[in-house]
């Protein structure tokens, strides 16, 4: 492969990986973080709109058996479909911040704040989710020791309902820490 | 540390290829800059430490409450149990889990942290250390939601679906694993404390 000292000096010049410019990185980092911004937000609004409309009425009525189910039984369901809707309206307030930071890509404290708070909210999805997470484990298998019933055998469509709109949530807490570091990747390119 | 090392060690200047054209003026006059923006970024990396060191404490109390909360009552009779400990429950024994690995990273990345205080200017461990935090975030708040599910219905119980509220029963056993979970919380306050110190300090002027 060598043929010797000056043609090795050359072949070295020809073969250096033409560097990218700094601006085009993080330009498609910008893009790239407004995409999957709507992308967490559409998620997080399904998974409020899926348990939200979380309804279920057997068709029978006993005596001592509860025949209607709602999200609004359990709290803790409520808090997930509180937090989702929150996260969903702050994702779709910070997407005017993320356009600014394709045009503008040298902006740094900017990017700051929206590290800060997407931080925040992503805690505030997560605690939420793996709440309901919890729930919905409790509802499909129940718990021997403290005699809590496992509620899915009866009410088969409301459990599948809120078993399917954690989907959308955890989809979201994933998006949401691809967005902080990749903002904090852009940070610290420039 | 001798202060001296930050100019004098071989640190590739990132700045100085963007740089170049504003600090053509005077190398001279920018050096204390530099020195200036390692010192800011050195105060920075102690208490990345300090606080990392404060999410230990509080993890590992986490994890070892609740794993050492049972309780036995004094009595027994022929159809109830009367034994409660965090293996009746697959959520507690995911916090435990969850809080244990935690708790090892948190003690794994302190070298790297260490690292940062000497050498201010090294943005590669600061951004690794974020990434890392990040990850360890999300484990520790799905951790701590989970908990707090259970330990709300442990306290309150549900009428619509008759789960009984067994902190009556149990309430030594309520009162460590409600500690436990407090604690789990602080050590996620303390994470997106250090997110935001390591994203601080990634800027670069």
């Known amino acids: 492969?060598?043929?010797?000292?000056?043609?090795?000096?050359?072949?070295?010049?020809?073969?250096?990986?033409?560097?990218?410019?700094?601006?085009?990185?993080?330009?498609?980092?910008?893009?790239?973080?407004?995409?999957?911004?709507?992308?967490?937000?559409?998620?997080?609004?399904?998974?409020?709109?899926?348990?939200?409309?979380?309804?279920?009425?057997?068709?029978?009525?006993?005596?001592?058996?509860?025949?209607?189910?709602?999200?609004?039984?359990?709290?803790?369901?409520?808090f997930f479909v509180i937090a989702n809707s929150i996260v969903c309206v702050y994702l779709v307030l910070s997407l005017p911040l993320s356009v600014v930071h394709i045009i503008w890509t040298a902006a740094k404290n900017s990017r700051i704040v929206l590290i800060i708070s997407d931080t925040v909210m992503m805690g505030l999805l997560t605690a939420g989710a793996s709440a309901a997470a919890a729930i919905v484990y409790l509802a499909h298998y129940g718990n021997s020791s403290t005699n809590w019933f496992a509620f899915c055998r009866q009410f088969n469509s409301f459990c599948e309902r809120i078993s399917g709109s954690l989907i959308g949530s955890f989809v979201a807490i994933t998006v949401l820490v691809l967005l902080i570091i990749m903002s904090s990747v852009a940070i610290s390119r420039r | 540390?001798?202060?001296?090392?930050?100019?004098?060690?071989?640190?590739?200047?990132?700045?100085?290829?963007?740089?170049?054209?504003?600090?053509?003026?005077?190398?001279?006059?920018?050096?204390?800059?530099?020195?200036?923006?390692?010192?800011?970024?050195?105060?920075?990396?102690?208490?990345?430490?300090?606080?990392?060191?404060?999410?230990?404490?509080?993890?590992?109390?986490?994890?070892?409450?609740?794993?050492?909360?049972?309780?036995n009552l004094p009595f027994f009779t022929q159809f109830f149990q009367f034994e409660a400990s965090y293996d009746d429950m697959p959520s507690f024994q995911f916090f435990l889990i969850a809080m244990s690995l935690v708790a090892g990273y948190l003690v794994l990345s302190?070298?790297?942290?260490?690292?940062?205080?000497?050498?201010?200017?090294?943005?590669?461990?600061?951004?690794?250390?974020?990434?890392?935090?990040?990850?360890?975030?999300?484990?520790?708040?799905?951790?701590?939601?989970?908990?707090?599910?259970?330990?709300?219905?442990?306290?309150?119980?549900?009428?619509?679906?008759n789960w009984l509220a067994i902190c009556n029963q149990f309430g030594d056993f309520c009162q460590t694993v409600s500690g436990a979970v407090v604690a789990s919380f602080v050590t996620v306050v303390t994470f997106m404390f250090l997110i935001l110190l390591s994203a601080v300090a990634l800027r670069k002027h």
Do not use: W
Not at chain 1, 6 to 34: F, G, H, N, W, Y
Not at chain 1, 55 to 60: D, I, K
């Open chain 1, 1 to 78: 492969m060598k043929a010797g000292g000056a043609v090795d000096a050359t072949d070295k010049e020809a073969s250096k990986p033409i560097p990218i410019p700094k601006v085009r990185v993080s330009r498609v980092l910008s893009v790239l973080d407004l995409t999957l911004r709507v992308v967490a937000a559409l998620g997080t609004l399904a998974s409020a709109i899926a348990m939200g409309t979380s309804r279920e009425t057997l068709p029978f009525a006993a005596q001592f058996v509860r025949f209607r189910a709602r999200y609004k039984d359990l709290p803790t369901l409520t």
């Open chain 2, 110 to 161: 302190v070298p790297f942290s260490i690292v940062s205080i000497v050498r201010p200017h090294a943005s590669g461990i600061r951004l690794l250390l974020l990434i890392l935090d990040v990850v360890a975030l999300t484990l520790a708040t799905s951790a701590a939601g989970a908990a707090t599910a259970i330990v709300y219905l442990a306290h309150n119980g549900n009428s619509s679906s």
């Open chain 2, 1 to 71: 540390m001798k202060s001296g090392d930050s100019t004098t060690i071989d640190v590739p200047h990132h700045e100085a290829s963007g740089g170049a054209a504003s600090k053509g003026k005077g190398a001279i006059l920018t050096v204390p800059a530099r020195q200036e923006k390692g010192g800011m970024r050195r105060g920075m990396a102690i208490i990345d430490l300090v606080l990392r060191i404060g999410a230990i404490v509080a993890a590992l109390a986490a994890a070892a409450t609740m794993g050492t909360s049972d309780q």
